[in-house]
């Protein structure tokens, strides 16, 4: 059961507003079994969907690494790229050279008129439109009774975005509402003959010709009378009023919302590396004999060698399949998180108990979680590669067994050491009751009905007037009979120990 509260944050003037501010008031412990329903549902989900999540992320990964070495083995690098050599054809060549637009024409912008320079090989129109922007910050605090208040502010700024934002979906809507289109949109012109060396570039690998710089221009450079005379130009961006039929203008100082700048760049020519299967006058991408493990086709700005570049697509390798561990292992926790969900509810009653108990059950999801993710792993591995995959699972199983020792030892310890305080509780509280001076040690034998006889005092004066006594004391033993003591002995040696006390200086009277 939810309850929700909303409030003014009233912020200053300019660009941001705090904007709202709502409070949810969730009673948990009163709503029905069915409201349990839905955590159960998705930690099931995330839970039994991260195990093949992982396994089929290390078939993938051993796949994609038996195709990179593959394709290695049978790479040839060739230097001079300028001629097309038909004894490397079908087969897969590396190599590094210009990357140019072999018509040497000048790309043109179809509604501004904007040209790039020559031999550009992309001309990139960026049009960003002035819009609100909604951020929020969220806060949860526990409550008495099992119950939690989640606290959440929502802030607008006016910001520039080359996107729309809809602004239906703001929760204040009034003031802060933003159009529903934009007059210029992004827009993208490609050179239509590019070439890398003697070779056309593939394009299924154009979008990673992304190495843009901003393109000199100037407000005489816009060959469309309209939008000339609307646009106001300032460091690199052309300012246009969203009133699209008026001759009003807008700038950076006095933009509304609804204004849009637009601005361009281009990509100039650079060297690139290139890994690919020769297929007449360009290059494909090598597949692998199984047809396994994805297309092979590399492709890098600058000059590296062959062994670099199929470094550097391991290296992709091998951090796709850690992000995609950490994934599976994180969904695989919130899972477990999710399916103890409604004991941490029963517990919240109790807000200190809630509390330990929760960062017990996080403590506990992400520490099974690991374990499960490793062995997942360790299996996936096995299936794939018996031998390595053998060997991961002798590594990985005793580490299992030895957290589970090292928790199971932990735990004795701790238990030794209560144990420990236990009894140096008991000996204090025995040493109290018997009224014994902190500091002295008991006597070797209890002393029982021992006669002691007056101390005789040696005096020593000090320059203070302080005297220091050494008071022998003579006690006697309990008698304790034997077999060998004569029968008119009554009693045992004497037993004298040392006493040092301090006595008051004598003051004379007079």
Not at 204 to 224: A, F, G, N
Not at 343 to 355: E, F, W, Y
Request: proline residues 5%; contains cysteine.
């Amino acid at each position: 059961m939810e309850d929700i509260e909303l409030g003014n944050e009233d912020g200053g003037g300019g660009g941001e507003h705090s904007g709202l501010t709502e409070i949810i008031h969730d009673d948990r412990l009163k709503a029905s079994c069915c409201a349990n329903c839905p955590f159960i549902c998705f930690g099931l989900i995330f839970f039994f969907g991260a195990f093949p999540l992982l396994y089929v992320n290390e078939a993938r990964s051993v796949k994609r690494y038996d195709a990179l070495n593959e394709a290695e083995s049978q790479v040839l690098s060739i230097s001079s790229p300028w001629s097309i050599n038909n004894e490397t054809e079908g087969k897969l060549i590396h190599f590094s050279a210009n990357i140019t637009n072999a018509n040497e024409t000048v790309l043109e912008d179809p509604l501004f008129g904007i040209q790039s320079s020559t031999e550009a090989l992309k001309l990139h129109r960026q049009a960003e439109m002035y819009q609100w922007v909604e951020k929020s910050k969220t806060r949860t605090k526990k409550t008495s009774g099992g119950g939690k208040t989640k606290t959440t502010t929502y802030s607008y700024s006016k910001q520039w975005r080359d996107h729309l934002v809809n602004s239906n979906h703001f929760h204040r809507k009034d003031g802060h509402s933003n159009p529903s289109s934009k007059e210029f949109d992004n827009d993208v012109i490609v050179g239509s003959n590019i070439k890398i060396g003697a070779y056309s570039f593939p394009d299924e690998l154009v979008d990673k010709l992304d190495w843009y710089v901003p393109l000199d221009v100037s407000p005489e450079d816009i060959t469309s009378d309209g939008l000339k005379s609307r646009a106001v130009y300032s460091d690199g961006y052309y300012y246009f009023s969203k009133n699209y039929n008026s001759s009003s203008s807008s700038s950076p100082a006095s933009a509304q919302i609804g204004d849009q700048r637009v601005s361009f760049r281009e990509t100039p020519p650079s060297i690139i590396t290139i890994v690919g299967v020769q297929n007449g006058g360009t290059l494909g991408a090598f597949v692998s004999k199984t047809g396994e493990g994805g297309n092979v086709l590399l492709f890098k700005r600058g000059n590296s060698t062959s062994v670099e570049m199929f470094d550097a697509a391991e290296n992709e390798n091998r951090a796709a399949t850690w992000v995609t561990r950490f994934g599976g292992w994180l969904m695989m926790a919130v899972g477990l998180c999710l399916l103890f969900q409604p004991i941490q509810m029963l517990a919240d009653k109790i807000p200190c108990v809630g509390s330990i108990i929760e960062w017990g059950v996080i403590l506990m999801a992400v520490t099974v979680s690991a374990i499960l993710s490793l062995v997942t792993i360790s299996v996936a591995w096995f299936v794939a590669r018996p031998k390595t995959g053998a060997i991961v699972l002798c590594v990985s199983l005793p580490l299992v067994g030895l957290c589970a020792f090292g928790v199971k030892k932990l735990k004795k310890k701790k238990k030794n050491e209560e144990d420990v305080n236990d009894d140096e509780v008991v000996a204090s509280s025995n040493i109290s009751g018997g009224k014994v001076a902190a500091g002295t040690a008991p006597p070797a034998s209890p002393v029982a009905d021992a006669v002691v006889e007056s101390p005789t005092v040696n005096a020593l004066a000090l320059p203070e007037g302080q005297i220091v006594a050494s008071v022998p004391v003579v006690a006697s033993e309990p008698y304790v009979p034997s077999s060998e003591t004569p029968h008119h002995q009554s009693s045992a040696p004497p037993y004298q120990s040392t006493v040092t006390v301090e006595v008051e200086p004598y003051v004379p009277k007079y």
